[in-house]
């Protein structure tokens, strides 16, 4: 069974640019996540989306934004990036709505602004 | 506001001996928790998880205490590896006013060495 699926896996962009990342989850989970890891820390959450709504929100600026498809796929859009968007940027899926089970981690997008 | 704090940045231990990595919680709203394993250019691996209701949770070689009234967890791995050689992250997940999170701490990295 194919596991979390994310791209690109590696992007570039300048400060001020848009960007557009993608995850397919796995075959069967109806919930989507998404992370946000920098150099040292843990994965820091920015959004939750089951059955096309949005399910929970983290910390993060009005600048990032997602949405999920009927097919269950995902987007995750930051607008007007900083230095600081420099990370990489994980999805999740799970069978459950809510976080009682397990997330499955697709490999990531390392995102480079300069 | 470090809600999932892994005091630890590393911990190096002898192969076949026991490997004890340590997570504090500050929020009691916590009431489900997860370890996941990272190895480099992957996404975070699903180990094991421990609900609020229970204070031992086994599986294997690992094995996830919980403490609740000392808002602390560990997990334990009996006999270490060197495949065990990751990074480490504690997770703990509650349904808040903003919706369902889960919370990762910064990561514990684990050297087994042979």
């Known amino acids: 069974d194919a596991g979390v699926t994310q791209s690109p896996t590696h992007l570039i962009k300048t400060r001020g640019q848009h960007v557009t990342l993608r995850c397919s989850p796995i075959s069967g989970h109806k919930s989507v996540s998404w992370y946000q890891q920098v150099l040292g820390q843990g994965p820091q959450f920015i959004f939750q989306?089951?059955?096309?709504?949005?399910?929970g929100r983290g910390n993060f600026p009005d600048r990032f934004s997602a949405r999920q498809f009927p097919n269950y796929s995902s987007e995750l859009n930051v607008n007007a990036l900083l230095l600081g968007d420099s990370a990489l940027y994980l999805c999740?899926?799970?069978?459950?709505?809510?976080?009682?089970?397990?997330?499955?981690f697709g490999n990531g997008t390392r995102l480079t602004v300069t | 506001d470090q809600q999932v704090k892994q005091n630890s940045p590393s911990l190096s231990v002898q192969e076949g001996r026991i490997s004890i990595l340590n997570c504090d919680y500050t929020n009691s709203m916590f009431d489900y928790f997860l370890w996941y394993k990272k190895y480099p250019a992957e996404g975070p691996t699903f180990l094991i998880s421990?609900?609020?209701?229970?204070d031992k949770n086994e599986d294997g070689r690992f094995t996830v205490f919980l403490n609740k009234s000392a808002k602390h967890l560990s997990l334990h791995i009996v006999p270490s590896q060197p495949g065990d050689s990751a990074v480490y992250f504690c997770?703990?997940?509650?349904?808040?006013?903003?919706?369902?999170?889960?919370?990762f701490g910064a990561g514990t990295r684990l050297f087994v060495k042979a």
């Open positions: 989306y089951y059955e096309k709504e949005e399910r």
């Open positions: 999740a899926s799970s069978l459950s709505e809510t976080g009682y089970s397990p997330l499955h």
């Open positions: 997770a703990a997940s509650a349904l808040d006013t903003g919706g369902f999170k889960t919370i």
């Open positions: 421990i609900s609020s209701i229970k």
